[in-house]
Structures are given as structure tokens and as C-alpha cells.
């Protein structure tokens, strides 16, 4: 299974994998179509370690900004 909790869902509507889904189960479908099962555990780690650099990398942009 693909686990399709708040961050997943928001990461992949804002990356372009679904368009517009909120839904849980409905995003986990979307992305199955894309995602072999093989690799689906390897997709959850990237996403986290995805939104975490994107955070990291935006909060630093704004602690810049504030400087």
C-alpha cells in the first residue's frame, strides 16, 4: 500500500503526480497508475525526505529574507 496521509496527498498534488485529489484512497489509486508496486515503499521514503528538504530549504529562504 501506498500511505496517503496529509503529506502525501499535499506533496503530490503540488509535484504534478495527481491533479487536484484530495481524497485518501483516491490518491492512492492515481498513484498506482504511475508508481510500480516495487517500488512503492522507496516512493513514501523519497516523498518524506522530499518535504523535508523543501521545508528546510523554504525556511531558510524566509529566515534570509527577514535578515
Not at 2 to 23: A, F, K, P, Q, Y
Not at 27 to 56: G, H
Amino acid at each position: 500500500a501506498i500511505v496517503t496521509d496529509t503529506h502525501c496527498i499535499r506533496l503530490s498534488n503540488r509535484m504534478g503526480l495527481v491533479d487536484g485529489i484530495r481524497e485518501p484512497r483516491k490518491v492512492e489509486m492515481a498513484l498506482w497508475k504511475i508508481i510500480p508496486p516495487e517500488e512503492a515503499v522507496i516512493f513514501v521514503i523519497d516523498l518524506l525526505f522530499t518535504e523535508e528538504r523543501y521545508v528546510r530549504q523554504e525556511h531558510r529562504h524566509i529566515v534570509i529574507a527577514a535578515a
